[in-house]
């Protein structure tokens, strides 16, 4: 593992997380995000620490294959599933895991979020899926989350919250931010009669375009 990388990740870990704490998508210290350092390493959130004293030191590395980690905090529980999802997606180098209000809704109903708003189809690739119930801080669980989550960057744990991927921990945040707002919307939708879902034509393209097209080059 290369010190310089490894530094730089802690850095960016720490500086997201503070973020993410003043987004409101968390309450008091759940809810951890991780990042890629290479093809072995990540670095991780550490457990139950407040998220306004932490340091970049504090961010935890570990291997992704065998969870053996360096330095004196302990990561996140959920360090299984963060591994997890950045073996099995190489596309993505960085997840965001919260508990955020209407996400919970969801997935306290186990109930998949039809694709129903262009941000949602965009960057998350479609409807939201529940994983498999399994319990928490547990490698089935981080096997039913990065299952749910195949060809999307969001899914829903059961009884638990809402986990996202990016290319960057930027972009994970933002689809963490769009997958509750898409949650609301569709709670929302819900006095209205329902949301209408779009078109798995119009889903797989806008998706195509944001992925390929969109934005600057
Ligand atoms: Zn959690």
Request: hydrophobic share 40%; net charge negative.
């Amino acid at each position: 593992m290369d010190e310089q990388s490894a530094r730089t990740m802690q850095t960016l870990l720490c500086e997201m997380a503070k973020k993410m704490y003043h987004s409101g998508l968390v309450a008091g210290t759940w809810g951890n995000l991780s990042a890629r350092i290479d093809a072995d390493y990540m670095v991780v959130t550490p457990s139950g620490m407040n998220y306004d004293t932490l340091d970049p030191k504090d961010m935890v590395i570990m291997n992704m294959h065998d969870y053996a980690y360096l330095g004196s905090r302990k990561p996140s529980i959920e360090y299984f599933m963060h591994a997890e999802l950045l073996l099995k997606n190489p596309g993505a180098n960085a997840v965001v895991h919260t508990h955020s209000t209407y996400a919970l809704m969801m997935a306290s109903a186990r109930k998949p979020i039809p694709p129903i708003c262009d941000d949602q189809v965009q960057i998350l690739g479609g409807d939201i899926r529940v994983a498999e119930y399994s319990m928490p801080g547990t490698i089935e669980m981080a096997k039913t989350v990065a299952e749910a989550m195949r060809g999307r960057a969001g899914a829903l744990i059961p009884n638990h919250g809402a986990v996202t991927i990016g290319e960057t921990l930027e972009k994970a945040l933002l689809a963490s931010v769009i997958l509750e707002k898409t949650a609301q919307v569709y709670i929302g939708t819900l006095s209205l009669g329902g949301a209408v879902q779009l078109d798995h034509k119009d889903v797989e393209s806008m998706h195509d375009f944001f992925m390929n097209k969109y934005g600057q080059r």
